[in-house]
T-cell receptor, first 113, second 114 residues
Framework: QKEVEQNSGPLSVPEGAIASLNCTYS??????FFWYRQYSGKSPELIMS????GDKEDGRFTAQLNKASQYVSLLIRDSQPSDSATYLC?????????????FGTGTRLLVSP | KAGVTQTPRYLIKTRGQQVTLSCSPI?????VSWYQQTPGQGLQFLFE???????NKGNFPGRFSGRQFSNSRSEMNVSTLELGDSALYLC?????????????FGPGTRLTVL
């Protein structure tokens, strides 16, 4: 089982729709969770971080964390063609010492006009 | 505040050569992590340095090494280059304290091995 799993996609949504991106992780004591967006040929850019169960909203983006189910998701409301990119889920496992950040392989999102 | 910078941005080398990549973190950040990204493997963790000490290491051969200086700048070195080392090498920095462990990425160095 991979440490962080994402559906590779592509996930296709029409402009204005809600895009839902999902991620599961294997380390039950993971503490920090991040979503990054990566455009083709560019480096990942942080969308948001989440540390506690529940929802965290930032503009059109909402991250949802459920530690009991080991599941984190990202909702993008009013999707725009400029949101077309690969979305990377990253999880920092464990609660002691220096734990590395583990990335999923990413979900490719395509937003059609 | 300036972001993470990496030099050079592009590099072409031949098999058997060695290469050194440089990363300057965001001011105040003490942790620098390095990743290799290829189309087939995604983002693979190489190592993390904090306060000049390697804190974590990924599953890469010993040809891949790194170091961090007292000003938190970091370098990674790849010796005896192989064709499979062609990739985008990313560095990311963070405060790495209890309240903030978010990593911010630099633009990357694209290495091509011929």
């Amino acid at each position: 089982q991979k440490e962080v799993e994402q559906n590779s996609g592509p996930l296709s949504v029409p402009e204005g729709a809600i895009a839902s991106l999902n991620c599961t992780y294997s380390d039950r004591v993971s503490q920090s969770f991040f979503w990054y967006r990566q455009y083709s040929g560019k480096s990942p850019e942080l969308i948001m971080s989440i540390y506690s169960n529940g929802d965290k909203e930032d503009g059109r983006f909402t991250a949802q964390l459920n530690k009991a189910s080991q599941y984190v998701s990202l909702l993008i409301r009013d999707s725009q063609p400029s949101d077309s990119a690969t979305y990377l889920c990253a999880v920092r496992g464990g609660n002691t010492g220096f734990q590395k950040l583990v990335f999923g392989t990413g979900t490719r999102l395509l937003v059609s006009p | 505040k300036a972001g993470v910078t990496q030099t050079p941005r592009y590099l072409i080398k031949t098999r058997g050569q060695q290469v050194t990549l440089s990363c300057s973190p965001i001011s105040g950040h003490r942790s620098v992590s390095w990743y290799q990204q290829t189309p087939g493997q995604g983002l693979q963790f190489l190592f993390e340095y904090f306060s000049e000490t390697q804190r974590n290491k990924g599953n890469f051969p010993g040809r891949f090494s790194g170091r961090q200086f007292s000003n938190s700048r970091s370098e990674m070195n790849v010796s005896t280059l192989e064709l499979g080392d062609s990739a985008l090498y990313l560095c990311a920095s963070s405060f790495r304290d209890r309240d903030s462990d978010t990593q911010y990425f630099g633009p990357g160095t694209r290495l091509t091995v011929l």
